[in-house]
């Protein structure tokens, strides 16, 4: 069973920019994708972005350009840094990974991003 830790998020104006951070229980060998989603009120968990332990990227079209997400292997931990933030980014964000032989799936307990306008 692998744990995911997330750390970071809280409130911020708009055009401002916020870190959080994913630590897993586990070492990275073992989990091939890690990434973020999201989930505002009302609305249905989307991907936020996601990256592969060779480094391969995958960004929504509503976050490309704003954030960036990354990886350090050595630590077991994925980041995902947010700029030039909206109100609209508002949403619990989840950390998410998945191994990479028997695709489980883990899901962090979700940290809450504000964004006031």
């Known amino acids: 069973q692998v744990q995911l830790v997330e750390s970071g998020g809280g409130l911020v104006q708009a055009g401002g920019s916020l870190r959080v951070s994913c630590t897993t229980s586990r070492r990275s060998f073992s989990i091939n994708h890690m990434g973020w989603y999201r989930q505002a009120p009302g609305k249905q968990r989307e991907l936020v972005a996601r990256i592969s332990s060779g480094g391969s990227l995958n960004y929504a079209d509503s976050v490309k350009g704003r954030f960036t997400i990354s990886r350090d292997n050595a630590k077991n931990t994925v980041y995902l840094q947010m700029n030039s933030l909206k109100p609209e980014d508002t949403a619990v964000y989840y950390c998410?990974?998945?191994?990479?032989?028997?695709?489980?799936?883990?899901w962090g307990q979700g940290t809450q991003v504000t964004v006031s306008s």
């Open positions: 998410w990974a998945r191994e990479r032989d028997s695709w489980t799936e883990y």
